[in-house]
């Protein structure tokens, strides 16, 4: 069974930091992209980031503050988040193909 376990979110302030990680099980991590989406108070999902095929990819509205990064050996996936903002506040979820984790709520206030 596919199994994708989120955590690391909590509350910062703003411009603050956290690294978010997502334990995978269940199939041949490495052979696979993965993506980092999330869902803000009242609105759909946004996709963040992704990594795969050595290649990292990232939403305009986090390119340049977040990293997106993997250990294949560990089989999992990171989310370091930088200069945080308020409107960076959501559940934030690991996925790969139309699996999802449980979240990790990420809260940016002062």
């Known amino acids: 069974e596919v199994q994708l376990v989120e955590s690391g979110g909590g509350l910062v302030q703003p411009g603050g930091s956290l690294r978010l990680s997502c334990a995978a099980s269940?199939?041949?991590?490495?052979?696979?992209?993965m993506s980092w989406v999330r869902q803000a108070p009242g609105k759909g999902l946004e996709w963040v980031s992704a990594?795969?095929?050595?290649?990292?990819t990232y939403a305009d509205s986090v390119k340049g503050r977040f990293t997106i990064s993997r250990d294949n050996a560990e089989n999992t996936v990171y989310l370091q988040m930088d200069s945080l903002k308020p409107e960076d506040t959501a559940v934030y979820y690991c996925?790969?193909?139309?699996?999802w984790g449980q979240g990790t709520q990420v809260t940016v206030s002062s």
């Open positions: 269940g199939f041949t991590f490495s052979s696979y992209a």
């Open positions: 996925n790969v193909l139309t699996v």
């Open positions: 990594i795969g095929g050595g290649t990292t």
